[in-house]
């Protein structure tokens, strides 16, 4: 039996990097150097340049290649690293259908840059087709998906818009940060390039910043690694043995993380004092159905919103499992707060229209036991309560 004929789970331990094969080690070995002895005038050896190719960050590619099912992987120096370079497929004149609620850096970088430079775009709600095809000009060369989008949760139909798409002749990006190859496979689903923030569940300890792509077809393996060596935005070898590291327990990590999510979402959504719950995970999502059909599961993001700024900030004071910061995807929970935090650089109005107001938050799911979540949740909204209770009151 190859490793290619194992389960997911299994060959995230068992693929082509699991023994090196120089000393038999069962960790990736680091190759620090940044230059290789030729041993040849006529013929270079495969490596040359730390910029160009180095072992440890290969197996890296080769291993999320290999998870996502694509042809070639390519390791960055960030997650929006991946993304620009990705964007650099596009020349000036070309333009891009994006999801309307997407990371504040994917927006900055389109309106701020990419603009300068002649790429036009169009914000869509991507989860209402039609609008989709209204938003198509002649020039359009890619579609760009976030789903679940960040940080209102929205599933967008991976299959329909990969057909969109290539009627058109143009590509799909889909950022899969949040659900990972364990339980969403965009390629599968017709997708061109796979982007992730690999600091988020890739790597899942708040401990490396790192972007990687993946892309299903050998002229776009040249095209993005061309651009990989020539932009240079490449992962230093110890960040890839971290994201190696983290991607082991990839699957357990995520599966109880979500477990907890699914637990934690029903909870906000019975609660007097939440306005609303963005998950996909909960029956009452617009885009339950979608989401069964093409991933495996809702993942461990939730967003919700209070009634207020200040009923916000006083469960923010007053919560204390998890950690205030932004980043998603870690052992431990992170609350974020989108407004300031992941979406600070889109203006407050576009943010408004989006439907991210001043009282959602986002919550990715660690690994603590979900009661004691829950527990801390409860005494954070009694004091939210009391503050009310006590306003209401004159007092």
């Known amino acids: 039996m190859s490793h290619e004929e194992y ?9 082509q990097h699991k023994v090196d094969p120089t000393t038999g080690a069962v960790s990736v070995p680091i190759q620090h150097a940044s230059t290789f002895h030729q041993f040849d005038f006529d013929q270079f050896g495969k490596y040359d340049y730390g910029r160009s190719l180095n072992p440890t960050r290969e ?49 900055r970088m389109v309106t701020q840059v990419l603009s300068r430079f002649g790429i036009e775009h169009t914000f869509v709600d991507l989860t209402h087709l039609d609008e989709v095809k209204q938003a198509i ?12 989008s960040n940080p209102l949760m929205k599933v967008t139909d991976i299959e329909a818009i990969s057909r969109l798409a290539t009627e058109i002749g143009a590509l799909t990006f889909v950022d899969n940060t949040f659900l990972t190859p364990s339980h969403q496979k965009p390629l599968e689903l017709g997708a061109d390039v796979v982007l992730h923030s ?20 050998e002229n776009l393996a040249k095209r993005l690694g061309f ?3 020539g932009f240079g935005a490449i992962l230093g070898v110890q960040d890839a043995w971290l994201v190696l590291r983290g991607i082991k327990t990839l699957h357990v990590r995520l599966e109880q993380s979500q477990k907890s999510a699914i637990k934690l979402a029903e909870f906000l959504d019975e609660h007097p004092l939440v306005k609303k719950v963005h ?31 200040d009923a916000l900030r006083t469960f ?4 204390e499992i998890p950690v205030f910061a932004v980043s998603l995807g870690a ?46 949740f409860s005494q954070a909204f009694e004091k939210v309560n009391r503050i009310q209770l006590v306003f209401e009151r004159g007092e």
């Open 331 to 376: 052992v431990e929970s992170i609350l974020s707060y989108p407004a300031k935090m992941s979406h600070a650089a889109m203006p407050q109005e576009e943010r408004e229209k989006r439907g991210i107001t001043n009282s959602l938050v986002r919550l990715s799911v660690g690994l603590e036991n979900p009661d004691d979540l829950i527990k801390d």
């Open 227 to 229: 651009l990989q060596n």
């Open 137 to 148: 000009q002649p020039n359009t060369k890619a579609f760009y998906v976030e789903t679940p």
């Open 198 to 217: 690999a600091t988020k569940f890739l790597s899942g300890h708040s401990d490396v910043v790192a972007g990687l792509a993946v892309v299903k077809d």
């Open 279 to 309: 998950y996909p995970g909960l029956e009452s999502h617009p885009q339950y159905h979608i989401q069964n059909k093409q991933a495996a599961g809702p993942g461990a993001v939730l967003s919700f919103e209070l009634e207020s700024e």
């Open 316 to 319: 923010l004071a007053n919560v």
């Open 7 to 15: 389960t997911f789970e299994t060959r995230l331990l068992h693929n």
């Open 59 to 107: 197996a890296l590619e080769d291993v999320i290649a290999e998870l996502e099912g694509g042809v070639k992987g390519f390791a960055f120096s960030s997650g929006m690293a991946a993304i620009s370079t990705a964007f650099l497929l596009l020349s000036a004149g070309d333009h891009i259908v994006i999801t309307e609620d997407v990371y504040g850096g994917t927006f």
